[in-house]
């Protein structure tokens, strides 16, 4: 199976990017966990993007805030589809990280989820993935019924039926 490439700007972005490495291992797709930044480690990140897909990469997933780049930086780098995570700041609550990340120019795209929406993230990646992997596929399928078992346990709950 391909990998997943989870790339995010800085160690501070982990507790938010641990939730798709979390998805990710309970759908046991194999993935990668880089700290490669587009402004302070910019030739690493670049280095990574150019070459995700000769290494057995399918996916990238990027993660950053602010100034956030690095969806677009590693978008640039290579036909992978990119998935972009917009990271939340103190300062502007991640509408910064959001809109830098989701306004690419027409050409290059990235795949931008909600502010801190790792889980998503990597399901989209597993979505992708599945295109070509039945055996994934399936646990797709089981993972939207149990999604939606869930929810109507709920519904059963607050009405108390
Ligand atoms: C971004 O700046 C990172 O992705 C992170 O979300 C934010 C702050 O980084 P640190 O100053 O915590 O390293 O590049």
């Known amino acids: 199976m391909k990998k997943v490439g989870i790339i995010m700007g800085s160690d501070s972005d982990l507790p938010v990017v641990q939730k798709a490495a979390d998805v990710l291992s309970d759908f046991g797709v194999p993935y990668e966990i880089h700290i490669y930044s587009a402004h302070r480690t910019p030739v690493e990140a670049r280095e990574f ?14 993660a950053a805030g602010m100034a956030a ?7 640039a780098g290579t036909t992978l589809p990119v998935i972009g ?43 992708i ?25 709920k519904d059963a709950a607050i009405n108390n039926k």
């Open 85 to 127: 995570i917009p990271i939340k700041s103190e300062q502007l609550g991640g509408l910064d990280a959001l809109l830098s990340t989701v306004q690419m120019p027409s050409g290059i795209p990235v795949a931008t989820v909600a502010i801190d929406g790792a889980k998503n993230a990597a399901v989209l990646a597993v979505e």
């Open 69 to 75: 780049h690095l969806a677009g930086a590693m978008a």
């Open 129 to 153: 993935l599945a295109l070509g992997d039945e055996e994934l596929s399936a646990k797709l399928e089981k993972f939207r019924a149990d999604g939606t078992a869930a929810a109507l346990k």
């Open 49 to 62: 993007s150019t070459t995700a897909k000769e290494k057995g990469f399918g996916v990238i997933i990027a």
